[in-house]
């Protein structure tokens, strides 16, 4: 048999796998970095992450984890410097018996809140919006010199799926900021 | 088909066939063990693939996405490459074996092609109709029925829960507008307790519990349990700390005051609280009132909860759901389709080898190389026609031994016989004696440098008839003899033949044997040459030296009494008138006897001549100093000398060459009436282990047929004369060993050339 022959086979074995694949919607991560008392605060929001996929998937009654890699870092010629990082999670079950979402927050692995509600929309804002996370010490920064704070943000469990997993998942944010002390 | 496939192998063994080398076997493709242990891990990989997929909704979603999936994926594209990389490997080799032309290379193409197709299409398209069936299949799984009746199921639960909650809150809410007139801070709690019993009792809750807020600020604890009361329906192992944080919780978030604690098997316990106020409004205390679902009410609340919960969990994780069945069918057609392809190329390799093995193996053998031996593996028909071939090998090497033996020996004897023939074509030339053989067509085949040179012939008649060959008129005598003798009579008997060489005549002994062969037929014949003259002229001499010894001898002996009588003639008629007849007479006989006196001293001295006593001599020396005689003597003649340089040594008796150079010069002046240029030269002949010395005039020369006479005793061109000079000559020479020759010189004159071995 000619290889020719087995394109058209081919071809629809690929449309078929493409046709499996699904993608979300861009979210879009806002950081906003602050010095301010002596620490680098940063607040960061992850607009458009709460997808209704991830509504069902909540909604479903699975544990929804958004954890999101925040790192202060300088920019060098050549290899860019890890000043501080934090690995904050945050997670939601709800209970489709008592109705109820119970929502934790963890800063490098420990649980630093946990709250039970019954509001979607304060589950949104709790896996969504971070306010003045203390990042680092602003002992740590030389002045007048730049920094950039990088967010990177994982949902899982993850509700989509294409023939190449090894796609770039993670939604990123960046904020550049000058350490004037 | 066979079952094993066997390589070429040298066979090294002294005396038998060499016993072949280990073939180069492969890992794998040889070994059974090695292919079935690979079919049992492939089983093995299936069968766990289908125990996961099987397990797959009882995943948790993070494994499932965030480990199955990648693994799978990984898995597929390592499938994916290296059965790519197998295929195009195959076909990559299969193109190259085409074009190099190796034996089977398009059977074996046809073969792992059609093998392939019967495999790669079928793969393909249950891989597309399957993948489609699973999409479909998932989706059907979440139909709109389903949901109805797990989301109502769902809602009862959460319904009842609810409403249970909400009269729970209601309860509370009603004993702490009850307690508000109540002092909570009073050492009595009969109060508290008397109102409250009744609900516990009449079992609208399960239980009561009453906090009272602590005026004094700044207390760790601000509420402070007042009155528990519990109904005996309660399970055991229920604990006040929910209904603890709970009150605390109603003094901040009364809005939330509920909560749901779960006992296990036990069942939930619903709880609320409720501020109690004051007059003022201000809390002064809470109560916290708790309803009991019992175990089976509250579990299978759950399980309609948890059925909804899966159903919808599923529903959202059905993508990856979809994903890792895709892959998983993915995967177990590539697995398919690596199988298939590796057992394709290895059935045709299979199929092929043994065959490409024999022909390889034949190659090797049609090169020559007949120790070349397929080792047989199998006993099937592959197995029998690799003993067959080995058999006919191993008989052609035998042949071919045979043969080698038999070349060995053809040579040896063609070296011997070779040996010989040059050994007696060595001889032929070096021998004196000439020899010449015909065929039995008359042609000559051989003719030996000598009898070349005594008949004058070029050894380019060799070829030629006999008759052209002998065409001469001093030649027809031996064309004759070889006729003779190849007319098939043996008996061979010596003929002398004389014949004309460069003017002089030469004795011939001539016999002709005829060849016979094994058969008896005639071959050719054979004619054998022998150069007689010097023996002829040694007998010559020998008699002439015989009559000159008797003629001396009988001569001699009257001589004396003669010259007495005639002197006693003279004395006696001396005064006589006869005296002057008498002395003219007697003057005359005297003379006469002095002259037969010389005459026989020379006859005598010829046959007397005593043997050379050779010593080592410069020869040129001699010659030299000998020509030094003439130095004045003869105004008119010219004596030229030319020595070779660097001659040897030569043994000869000086006195007697002296003789023999005066004797030529003398006869060579005399010859040139005292006139004339004489060359007197020396010449070394290295190859021939000879020196010459040649005496060459410019007189009148010697006609050819008085050349051979001139050696002869008492034989003289002068008018006077013994005319054993040059037989005296002669006969010095062939005593030193060696040969005098005359001839005409360039451009007038005579030559003489006297060889010497040295």
Redesign the interface.
Known sequence: MKICALLPVGALLVASMLGCIVRAAEPDLTVTPLARDGQVLVSFELSDGFTSEMREAIQSGLPTTFSYQVELRRATPVFDRTVASITITASVHFDNLTRRYQMSKSVDGRVEDAQPTEDLEAVRRWMTVFKSVPLSRTTALEPNAEYYVRVRAHTRPKTTWSIWPWDARAILGLAKFTFIP | MAATVTSIAPRRAAGTPRTPLPPPRRPFRDNPRLILAGIAVLVVVLAAILTVANRTPRLS??F???FV??AL?AADFTILIVFVWLLVRNIVKLVVERRHGLPFARFRSKLV?LL??MT??PA??V??VG??LI?TSVDRWFNAPMDEVLASA?QI??DY??ERQVQVRDHATRIARELAPIDLTAGDVRPIRDRVAPDVNLQRVQMVEVYRVEPTAGSLQPLQPVVDIAAPALPPGYGRAAADRLAAQALTAPA?AH??EALGDSGDLLHAAAIIRGKDGRPKGVVVATDYLTGDLAAR??RM?RA??DY??L???K??L???Y?SFFLMVTLLILFGATWMGSYLAKRITRPVQMLSAAAREIGAGRLDQRVEPQSADEFGALVDAFNTMAGELATSRRRVERSTIELERKHVEVEGRRRYIETILERITTGVVSVDAAGAVTTINSAAARLLSLSRSVVGQPVHTVFDRADLQPLAMLLVAAAGARPESAVHEVSILREGQEVHLAAVATALVGDTGAPEGAVLVLDDVTPLIRAQKVAAWREVARRLAHEIKNPLTPIQLSAERLRKHFAGGSAQALVDECTTTIVGEVESLKGLVDEFSQFARMPAPRTVPTDLAQLVADTLALYNGIFRDVQIERRFAEGAPLVRLDAEQIRRVIINLVDNAIEAMERRGRIVVETQRDPANGLVRIVVADDGPGIPAAEREKLFLPYYSTKRRGSGLGLAIVRRIIAEHGGTIDVGDNTPRGTRFTIELPC
């Open positions: 979603p993070d499932l996405t965030e999936l990648y994926s092609a392939l197709a790669l299409v393909v398209l891989l597309i993948s489609e999409r769902n639960a959460a829960y609810h939330d909560s749901i609340s759950r909860t909804f919960e919808n969990q529903k959202v994780l993508r990856p979809t994903g890792v895709l």
